[in-house]
């Protein structure tokens, strides 16, 4: 990043130390990003938050499937739902 705020190009410094153009203005945009610079997008911070809150929100559809099914069997094995196919 430094060598491009110093004043030099993306393709010149994509040229000289290997990554691709492509990946150099992302990590040029992104920096902006985190650094006030550039709304256009979500921060570093942003996207961390939002991969965590969607772990979160997996992990929490998981628990709730499983208590769901265990719900169901407790009810089922204590008698308080009749079981499919009799007639009580």
């Given amino acids: 990043m430094e060598l491009v705020w110093a004043g030099r190009s993306?393709?010149?410094v994509a040229q000289e130390f290997?990554?691709?153009y492509a990946t150099i203005r992302d990590w040029v945009r992104q920096t902006n990003r985190d650094e006030g610079l550039d709304l256009s997008?979500?921060?570093?911070?942003e996207k961390e938050e939002l991969r965590r809150l969607r772990r979160e929100n997996r992990q929490l559809r998981l628990?709730?499937?499983i208590l769901a099914k265990a719900a169901a069997?407790?009810?089922q094995e204590t008698g308080s739902v009749p079981r499919e196919?009799?007639?009580s």
């Fill in 10 to 12: 993306m393709r010149e």
């Fill in 18 to 20: 290997e990554p691709s």
């Fill in 41 to 45: 997008g979500p921060t570093t911070d």
């Fill in 63 to 65: 628990e709730r499937e």
């Fill in 73 to 75: 069997w407790f009810a």
């Fill in 85 to 87: 196919g009799t007639s």
